[in-house]
Structures are given as C-alpha cells and as structure tokens.
C-alpha cells in the first residue's frame, strides 16, 4: 500500500533572518509611534532586539464523528486517526480503491502538531472540547498573560465542525468561552498586576464587516490602518470584561447577531467569517530597576465560514449562492496568501503579499504573517473525502509559515514618573481611605441608635411574630373559605347545568305550545268561517224551505182547486151527457140494464 507522507516542518528562523526581520520591524514601530523620550521609552531600543519567538503556525486537525443525518444514509468514516495513538498522524482511506485516478486510489497520510479524533472515545487520539482547550486553547492563554499576540483560527468545509470547536454548546462549551474563562481566573489570581481586558467581536460577511456587539448591527465598519501599518476597523466597539459571565453575555450576544442559515450540509451555517479578540493590557511593577513594564497583548478568536462545494447550496435561493460564491472568493485570496507567506519563508525572495485583496487577509495580517503565535484548527468531516483532502492540503502550506512573535513591551524607566505616578494612585487610596472611615463611623453610630432601640425591637418582634400568626390563622381560614368557594362553585356550576337544561326543555315546551295555540287559533278561525257559512246555508236552507213548503201549500191549494174543478167540470160532462142521453127502446133494454154499465171508462 503506497502511502504518501507530508513532513511537515517545524522550522525556527535562522538567526540571521530572525534579526533581519525584527529589526525591520522595530524600524517600522519606532516611525509610526513615536515615543516620549524622557518618560515613556520603548523597551527595546535601535540597539536592542525585541524579544521574540520565530514559531510556524501551528497546525492541528480535529475530525469530527459521523453526524445522525450520515449514519441514516449509512456514509462511511473516510478519516482515521492511527490505532496506536500517534496523534501527529492522520488519513484519508478514498472509498473506490479500484478507482482510475491514483488520487482516488491511494490512501493519503497527513502529520501535524496534532491531530484529534472527536468521536472514538476509545482511540488514543480521542479529544473532547476540554482535551482540545488543554492541549491548543490554553497555551494562547499564557502567551496573552505573558505579552504576545495570538490567535486560533479554525478553517474546514462547511458542516465539519468549527462552530462547535470555537464556540461549542451549553453543555459542552467550545475554545471561546473556555479561553475566556481561564484567562480571567489566571488575571483575578495575579495581586501583584494592574490589568484592564476588553472584548470586540465582529463579522465579515459578503467582504464587509459588521459589529456583532453593536445594536444597530447594518452599520459598517471601515478598515483603517494606523501609522504602524497595523490594520483595525473604525468605530468597534470594545467592552471591559471583569468575569466569564461578562465574557458570556457579550459572546452570546455576538451569536445572536452573526448571520447563520440553513444550507444542505448543515442546518446552523456560518455565512460569515467571526472574529473575536480579548486585548489585554498589563501593567507591572519591576522592582529591579523601579520601573513600570506595560504589556498589550490580543488574543484572536477566529471562527471562518466554511468553503462550500454547489453541493451546499444546490436549490437554495439566490442569496445563499451569492453568499457561497463570496466565502469561497475570500477563503481563496486567503489561500493564496497563505501559499505566498510559505513560498516567503522559504526562500530569500520577499514576494509582497496581497493582504488587501481581501478583508478577512487584511485584517489578519498580523495573524497570518507577522507579530502573533498561531494555530491553525483544521476540522474535517469524515464523509467527504475531495473536500478532507483540500482541507489538509490547506493546513500543510499553513503550516510552514514562520511568524514572528514580539514581546509587546514598553517600560516606564523614569524613576520620577514612577514616583509620581505612584503618589497620584496613592492619593486616590488615601482619599478612599478616608470614605470608607467616614461611612464607618456613621454605621457605628446607626449601631450605637440602634442598641438604644433595641427593646422596642423586642416588643416589635413579639408583635410581629403574634401579627404573623394572626396572618397563618387568617391565610388558613381564607384556604378553608377558598376550598368552600370552590365546592359551592362546583356545585352551582352542576345545578346552573341542569337549570339550563330545564329551560331549554321549558323553552321548547313553551315554544311547541306557542305553535299548537297558533294552530288553534287557525283552525278556530276555520271553524268560524265553516260555522259561518254553514249559518248562510242554514239560513238559506230555511227560507228555502219555507218557500218550498209555501209553494207547497200553494201547489196543494192549486191541486186541490184544479181537482175540484176538473170534478166540477166531470160532473159538468157527465151532467152534459146524461142531458144528451136518447130515450131508451124496450130492444135496448136486453144489452143493459143501466147506461153507465158501459161507460165505466
Ligand atoms: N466534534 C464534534 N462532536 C460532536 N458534534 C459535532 C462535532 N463537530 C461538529 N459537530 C456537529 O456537526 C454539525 C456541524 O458543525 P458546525 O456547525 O460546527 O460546522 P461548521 O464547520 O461551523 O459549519 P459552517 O461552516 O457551515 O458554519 C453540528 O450539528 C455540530 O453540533
């Protein structure tokens, strides 16, 4: 198995280059900040060497575990910390081993100052955030104390874990609360030390750079450089911090402020580079040479956004690409720059370096390639293996850039100034001396007013505790009243139920009634009409009936006349006829006795 190892060089600066460049250095100070020549003088002269270190960047990888989203995919772990616990070693297994492309095919192998294993709490190379603070976070914390600058910056893709090495969670605080903390409780612990430590936190987001502790978050800040040539952004607000708690309130409030989003490889994305420093100043007493030795120092925090692959953004709106395209532009000048310090401090040749090509270059200049001790916290994920590869890659040119660390030391040699500034402190103490005393002498003679009071107090105290028991009594008679309100309550609530239910069945009742009355009075009004009209027909019926019966009685008169009549006139005809009769012959007498015999008819 072919295995390509990357040596990665710890080299110190000869001491002809060292002094070559601190003394260019010290050239450039001494021009842009000129000091009082009787009181306030540079410790190191024109003829003195500053003290100084000439270290590489130190690079550490940390590799995070698989994430509960890649386990459900079921990715494999591309990266492995060696089993026999060689924590400068670390490898990149490609998954397709009969893959055309020897990049593909061959197993990478990286050293570094130290690589960390995040997940296997097994493995020999296993570092929790406190194991990582221990080994990186807390050697930055005794070069602040003892005057030079630092900083850690953790770089890798996105989703690969820098927020959570820098900043961390709750329960599992990262380098930014842990740094914070140790270095306040080291300051609290130095009696013999005047300190004063400020903490400015900012972002650069789409090139340009914004106060995360600034309310008004939109406002933008310009880069300045001072007559030192040091970079700094106008108007940054900077806050004293006396405690962790202090550091955490306006850590936390940073947070707030830095602009997150969700992207395809991880739901918290940074979108900005974060930069937080603590600068701290120190002021000594050496009594050797009785003077004051005045120490500044700052301690850079730098959580970068992560470089991101299409991948990333793929389906996201418009904003998110713009803001992928803009980190990358940037972690790329940075690259670059990177690549050109390496070159630089390996050759003689001065090539001159593109710091400005990029905010986040410019304004880690002194981090990057000059006056700082840094380390680099290179985090990969163990799933991408093109984007692992970059990264490391990344971190071997880091670190083999050498910077320069100078003890940033000014001492106050005039023995007058000391004095006088000794007696000026002195007066002030003297003065709260005398307020103090002044306030204890009127608490001694509130104690003395008091004592003269002190068995009224008793009384008051007897009455207070009767009044309190008082209270107890009525506090339990208003629980009991309160209990009884509640069962009463209860109870009404039972009964106003069921009253409801009468009523509405009352209601209904009264409704169903109210339609039976309406019906009545229909059909009472029907039967009106019907009685009405039966009246009429009656009434009609009657006179009808008397008119039938008049007529009657009239038919019966006329009947009665007309037969009478027609008897009359019968016994008319039959009087006419007997007149006619022939006088009967003895002959006719045989047929007949009578003539009316025959005449029946
Ligand atoms: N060492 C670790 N142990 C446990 N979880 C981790 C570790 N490193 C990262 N994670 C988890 O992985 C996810 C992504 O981590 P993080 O947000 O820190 O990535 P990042 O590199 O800062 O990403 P970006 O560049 O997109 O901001 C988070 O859910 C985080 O909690």
New binding site residues.
């Given amino acids: 198995m072919a295995v390509l190892v990357k040596k990665q060089s710890l080299r110190v600066l000869s001491p002809v280059n060292a002094s070559h460049d601190l003394n260019v250095r010290m050239h450039k100070r001494s021009k842009s900040t000129p000091l009082s020549s009787n009181t306030l003088s540079h410790r190191k002269s024109q003829q003195l060497l500053p003290k100084g270190d000439s270290t590489n960047i130190e690079v550490v990888v940390?590799l995070?575990?698989l994430?509960p989203r890649e386990k459900d995919h079921q990715h494999e772990c591309l990266a492995h910390t060696p089993v026999d616990g060689d924590y400068h070693k670390i490898s990149l297994i490609p998954k397709d081993s009969s893959a055309q492309s020897k990049k593909y095919r061959e197993p990478k192998l990286f050293e570094f100052d130290r690589c960390y294993n995040?997940?296997d709490d097994t493995s020999a190379c296993y570092a929790s955030?406190l194991n990582v603070f221990k080994n990186t976070g807390e050697k930055m914390v005794n070069n602040t104390l003892e005057g030079f600058n630092s900083c850690i910056l953790?770089y890798?893709?996105?989703?690969?874990?820098?927020?959570?090495?820098m900043m961390g969670?709750k329960s599992n605080p990262g380098l930014i609360p842990l740094v914070c903390k140790d270095l306040l409780n080291k300051l609290n612990k130095m009696v013999d030390t005047k300190h004063e430590l400020t903490l400015s936190f900012f972002e650069i987001y789409q090139e340009t750079a914004y106060d995360l502790l600034n309310d008004q978050k939109n406002q933008k800040l310009r880069v300045r450089e001072g007559t030192d040539k040091i970079p700094f952004l106008e108007n940054l607000s900077e806050y004293p911090i006396a405690s962790a708690d202090d550091a955490q309130r306006w850590i936390n409030k940073g947070i707030d402020h830095r602009t997150?989003a969700a992207?395809n490889?991880?739901?918290?994305?940074?979108r900005s580079h974060s930069i937080l420093t603590l600068k701290l100043v120190q002021e000594k007493f050496n009594p050797e040479n009785s003077s004051i030795v005045k120490l500044t120092s700052n301690l850079r925090l730098v959580?970068?956004?992560?470089s991101e692959k299409s991948i990333?953004t793929e389906g996201l709106d418009a904003k998110r690409l713009k803001e992928g395209n803009k980190i990358n532009k940037s972690l790329t000048t940075l690259g670059r720059v990177l690549t050109l310090l390496s070159e630089n401090s390996h050759s003689k040749n001065n090539i001159l370096i593109p710091y400005r090509e990029s905010m986040l270059t410019w304004l880690l200049k002194d981090n990057i390639g000059g006056n700082s001790k840094t380390t680099m916290v290179a985090?990969i994920s163990p799933t991408d293996f093109d984007e692992s590869l970059s990264t490391l890659r990344f971190a071997t040119i880091t670190s083999k850039i050498c910077n320069h660390a100078i003890l940033n030391e000014e001492s106050q040699t005039n023995l007058n100034d000391v004095i006088e500034k000794y007696e000026i402190e002195k007066q002030d103490l003297l003065e709260h001396i005398k307020n103090l005393e002044s306030f204890k002498s009127e608490m001694e003679d509130s104690v003395a007013n008091l004592s003269v009071h002190e068995t009224d107090l008793e009384d008051l105290q007897n009455e207070i505790s009767e009044k309190k028991d008082t209270i107890r009594k009525l506090n339990n008679y208003v629980s009991w009243q309160n209990k009884y309100i509640e069962t009463i309550s209860f109870q009404s609530k039972i009964k106003e139920g069921k009253l409801k239910k009468n009523f509405d069945n009352l209601k209904s009742a009264q409704e169903q009634l109210l339609t039976n009355y309406v019906v009545q009075q229909q059909q009472n009004a029907v039967n009106d009409k019907l009685e009405n009209v039966l009246q009429d027909k009656l009434t009609n019926d009657k006179e009808l009936q008397f008119t039938t019966v008049q007529k009657i009685d009239e038919l019966i008169l006329q009947v009665e006349d007309l037969s009478i009549l027609r008897h009359l006139s019968s016994v008319q005809d039959d009087l006419d006829e007997i007149a006619n009769l022939p006088i009967l012959s003895s002959d006719d007498e045989s047929d007949s006795d009578y003539w009316w015999d025959n005449n029946d008819n």
């Fill in positions: 940390r995070r575990g994430l995040s997940f955030q953790a890798g893709q996105t989703g690969s874990g820098k927020t959570y090495t969670t997150t992207t490889l991880n739901t918290e994305s940074s959580d970068l956004a992560g990333a985090c």
